[in-house]
């Protein structure tokens, strides 16, 4: 299917990257071409780029191959669209995980457009609307996006530290705020990788009362530095039996099989726990749900609103992610670290170091 449906368009833009040829491999330079500009598109020279799980899982999982990965990116506005007035050529951008919805739906007219109900428009791997082309990632050039879903770079923030605010970052950021974290909330985060490292910082900033748990005794310290008011090792069943009915919300932030019945007895009446990872399938007692009028939930990423709040909130906070930068060259060894769980908390591609490849377009 995919290709055949491509309408042949001569403004296509050629673009270069580091794609996934087939399941499994390791990542190599690719050529392909982009959408050309539409209307309301801005072109992004891109100048950072999140490596993020979700890149690691198309790879191994059942994308659409050669996958060009990436929805953390950063770059310089270097082509604007002819109804276009948000951007200018110049202009910091920031791009996230989705780059297109229906508009009209009751989430879309919402702005929760994550939650569109025609489906998003991913950033890599995804259907384009305009043209039938496969959405190539942001391990790349160059990036072609409708300013929707283009974000200004909060001032006085680093760039590279951004990057992980489009993913990590309103991942997070939108349950806390859909479930009302601050001031006077007892909140606890699960896991400390890319998004428990935000939502430690999230959940301090925002006023809560923070608690981090992590089966990795050599991170407690870390989440105190970064925030937490508290970090209790979750495999401790003596500490663990101590949290019973302490929290407002936990926000679960692993992504593999775990027991979540410990979390669920930490739940106050009405409490949430809210998992962000999707494993197969979930390992808990829903009587402890009956106990106490607790709830099991979960979210996905954010809208364009959320994702403008976030920044601005970020701005005003001096808050970005605690990232690491990586030659293009090294992502294939910074996969393997990830998966090791040895990064703190997010390799950032720089993008500059990408070289173009000799050939023809493929
Ligand atoms: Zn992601
Ligand atoms: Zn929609």
């Known amino acids: 299917m995919p290709g055949a449906s491509v309408k042949q368009n001569r403004l296509m833009r050629p673009g270069y990257g580091l794609a996934c040829l087939a399941r499994g491999d390791r990542l190599v330079p690719w050529t392909f071409e982009r959408r050309g500009l539409q209307p309301n598109d801005i072109a992004l ?46 202009d910091a951008v920031l791009v996230g995980t989705i780059i297109d919805s229906c508009g009209h739906c009751s989430s879309c007219n919402r702005h929760l457009e994550q939650y569109c109900l025609e489906g998003v428009t991913t950033t ?23 300013t929707h ?10 760039p590279a530290s951004v ?23 007892t909140i606890g985060i699960v896991g400390l990788g890319g998004l428990g490292h935000m939502a430690v910082k999230f959940a301090h900033a925002l006023g809560a009362y923070v608690v981090l748990f992590s089966t990795t005794p050599e ?7 970064l925030g937490a008011d508290e970090a209790i090792i979750s495999t401790d069943d003596v500490q663990m039996a101590a949290q019973a009915s302490r929290f407002d919300f936990i926000l679960d932030t692993v992504s593999s099989r775990h027991p979540l019945n410990p979390y669920l007895r930490s739940l106050k009446l009405d409490g949430t726990l809210c998992c962000l990872g999707i494993p197969k399938d979930m390992d808990f007692s829903p009587v402890l749900l009956t106990m106490g009028r607790r709830r099991l939930a979960s979210s996905g990423v954010g809208g364009t609103l959320e994702t403008q ?54």
């Open 45 to 90: 020279k891109i100048q950072f780029c999140g490596v993020c799980h979700s890149d690691l899982h198309a790879i191994r999982g059942n994308s659409r191959f050669p996958l060009v990965p990436g929805h953390e990116v950063v770059g310089e506005v270097t082509a604007i669209g002819a109804e276009v007035t948000k951007f200018r050529i110049g």
């Open 124 to 146: 890599y791997d995804g259907i384009d609307r305009h043209d039938g082309s496969i959405t190539r990632g942001g391990y790349s050039n160059e990036y072609v996006v409708d």
């Open 149 to 158: 879903f283009a974000y200004h770079l909060p001032s006085g923030l680093d």
């Open 163 to 185: 990057a992980p605010l489009l993913c990590a970052g309103v991942t997070t950021w939108s349950p806390l705020r859909q479930w009302d974290v601050g001031p006077g909330k």
């Open 219 to 225: 991170k407690l310290a870390s989440a105190k530095a």
């Open 309 to 362: 709040e976030m920044l601005d909130f970020c701005s005003q906070h001096n808050i970005s992610a605690d990232v690491e930068i990586i030659a293009a060259a090294d992502i294939d060894n910074g996969f393997e670290r990830l998966e090791r769980g040895e990064v703190r908390y997010r390799l950032v591609i720089d993008m500059s170091t990408l070289a173009q490849p000799t050939g023809d377009a493929a």
